[in-house]
């Protein structure tokens, strides 16, 4: 499309917010392997969609020992359910291309039907599986901490991680822009108090920039020269640009 265009790669920026932002960073990485060196701001997003979900978790308060125990297993349950599901499925397409060609579109139908129900038992199976797991060892964790001074929690974001790539759908905008070419300037920007985002799942922390800093007050974290990132002290994960930029710095190149 770039080339049909005859627009210049280095001339086009790509600015997306939250979701947005993962699925840029997707798109940077996808033109620059392909030799499209285009320009990436990423305005509110994440470090990965897995840390994103953690970090809501965690200030909702559900990061005690029974909670993230049900979670976790939970989680991991489905992660499993869906890759067999997947796997099911793949078996039945491949059956479907051996039947002959006047009754495949038949076979094939009522092997998506069947691989849907039974990749939804299996998945909701897998689910109900962990969450009782989950729920007898957070009962345990939960009991053990009555007698220590820290509570034992399991980490919920390896989990999310795994049901979100056995989803096919984890963004990890960290390692897409770890792929980027040098010549491509890359901006970030986070609210400190953006309600969605938290500071610990937000990109600029992946990045290794500390909240507050520019890269150069912290070089020796930076993964990259060419990133700026940018921190304000007040803005939601809803405003505007513009009325972010209406806010003091708090740490600008």
């Known amino acids: 499309m770039l080339d ?54 965690k200030a909702a308060g559900l990061n005690g020992p029974l909670s993230t125990s049900v979670i976790a ?16 499925a793949s078996i039945g397409l491949a059956l479907a291309s051996l039947t002959p060609a006047a009754i495949a579109p038949y076979i094939d139908t009522t092997i998506n ?29 939960a009991l053990q901490y009555l007698w220590t001074d820290e509570p034992v929690t399991l980490p919920m974001a390896p989990a999310f991680s795994a049901l979100l790539n056995a989803a096919c759908c984890e963004m990890d905008s960290v390692h897409a822009i770890h792929h980027l070419n040098p010549n491509a300037s890359i901006e970030v920007i986070n609210s400190m108090d953006d309600e969605i985002i938290h500071v610990p799942a937000s990109l600029n922390v992946g990045l290794g920039f500390e909240p507050g800093k520019a890269p150069r007050e912290d070089e020796n974290s930076a993964l990259k020269q060419n ?27």
């Open 4 to 57: 049909e265009k005859h627009i210049p790669a280095d001339q086009i920026t790509l600015h997306e917010v939250s979701l947005g932002g993962g699925v840029a960073a997707q798109v940077a990485r996808r033109l620059h392997e392909e030799g499209h060196v285009v320009h990436l701001e990423i305005d509110r997003s994440f470090s990965s969609l897995a840390a994103a979900v953690t970090e809501i978790i």
């Open 73 to 88: 297993f939970s989680v991991s349950g489905l992660a499993l359910g869906v890759m067999t599901a997947g796997l099911v």
């Open 113 to 141: 039907i069947l691989g849907s129900i039974i990749g939804a038992s299996i998945a909701l199976a897998g689910l109900i599986i962990g969450a009782a797991v989950g729920c007898a060892l957070g009962t345990l964790l």
């Open 227 to 253: 990133i700026h990132s940018l921190w304000y002290k007040h803005g939601g994960h809803n405003y505007t640009p513009s009325d972010l930029m209406k806010t003091a710095p708090c740490g600008a190149p």
